[in-house]
């Protein structure tokens, strides 16, 4: 096997009071991504503080078979919410034991935290000055706790490069989604959700899951609406003529669907439309005008403007990222 054949090495951190779905996505979702012939294209492990039983928050324990040594292998990390983290949680300080774990991460490591285990990088430091998030419940805490942290309570997941952080446990499946995809294309990572059964993209961030009153059953959501947009993304959009698919005033539908959504219809079908272009950019050799017709952004120019907004590069840089390492490169 050839360096550039070797898996990705993906090492999670087990701390006791672990919750065991979280310690699960990382292994899931990496394991559904293969290469070309079905190569696996990350190789997912686990540690602990030392190598034995670890608590978790259920009525079992697992047994971990590495010490924290194997951090030194990482070339990426990911920190799982842990429910006995003392220090960590109510002083924003790392235990001895901790800080010796992290001490073996090497220099350029990618970083990765699940919900409150968001809670171990900002108390080693590795967060501040950057944008993070966290369980929508402990935000504010949080911001509290690490004032040096950018906080942002609204969204799924974070990306600042080599740091990269979830919302609430199940945002884990979704920012374990979206590194597969910016490693190695929305093709593979679509795969490993259709795998897992689960959407390849969340809509909105977490302002959808905050607890609010229960809608009147007679009131209707905008599904008819999206379905609708999602056939026409190539064709001017007015939000009129989506409130008139559900039979409702454009104020009506607006706070409706940012209600549905955690984002107005405007944000949505951008986030659609930048989608599509990243499907066309990746399986076609459209040019750009072509791409920025199919996706309704009118021309490349605003093409550009949007896929760099979104994506923090250029549509040429990601056609020749993702065209050199999408299925059959």
């Known amino acids: 096997m050839t360096a550039a054949e070797k898996p990705h090495r993906v090492v999670i951190l087990a701390l006791a009071g672990l919750l065991p779905f979280e310690l699960g996505i990382p292994h899931r979702i990496f394991g559904y991504a293969k290469g070309p012939g079905g190569r696996p294209l990350y190789e997912t492990l686990t540690c602990g503080l030392a190598a034995g039983p670890v608590r978790t928050d259920a009525d079992f324990a697992i047994h971990v078979e590495h010490g924290p040594e194997l951090l030194a292998t990482a070339d990426t990390v990911v920190v799982p919410a842990s429910y006995e983290l003392g220090p960590v949680y109510e002083e924003g300080r790392l235990t001895e034991g901790l800080a010796a774990a992290l001490a073996h991460i090497r220099p350029g490591t990618r970083l990765v935290s699940i919900c409150t285990g968001g809670y171990v990088l900002?108390?080693?430091?590795?967060?501040d000055g950057r944008p993070a998030t966290t369980h929508w419940a402990s935000a504010e805490h949080f911001q509290r706790l690490f004032p040096a942290v950018r906080v942002d309570a609204d969204v799924l997941y974070t990306d600042d490069g080599d740091v990269l952080t979830s919302a609430g446990v199940a945002a884990g499946v979704d920012l374990c989604l979206h590194i597969v995809r910016r490693d190695h294309g929305a093709a593979v990572a679509n795969e490993a959700a259709r795998r897992t059964v689960v959407p390849p993209h969340r809509e909105g961030g977490q302002a959808q899951f905050v607890g609010r009153p229960v809608p009147e059953p007679q009131q209707a959501s905008t599904t008819a609406a999206r379905a609708w947009v999602l056939d026409r993304l190539h064709e001017p959009l007015r939000l009129s003529d989506l409130a008139r698919q559900e039979a409702v005033s454009v104020r009506t539908f607006t706070r409706r669907f940012r209600q549905e959504s955690g984002v107005s219809p405007g944000e949505w079908i951008t986030g659609r439309r930048v989608e599509r272009a990243r499907q066309l950019l990746e399986r076609t050799d459209l040019p750009m005008e072509a791409v920025a017709r199919e996706t309704g952004f009118g021309t490349a120019q605003s093409l550009r403007k949007h896929v760099q907004a979104a994506l923090g590069v250029s549509?040429?840089?990601?056609?020749?990222?993702?065209?050199?390492?999408?299925?059959g490169a």
């Open 122 to 127: 900002a108390a080693a430091g590795y967060l």
């Open 315 to 327: 549509p040429t840089a990601y056609r020749r990222t993702f065209r050199a390492t999408g299925p």
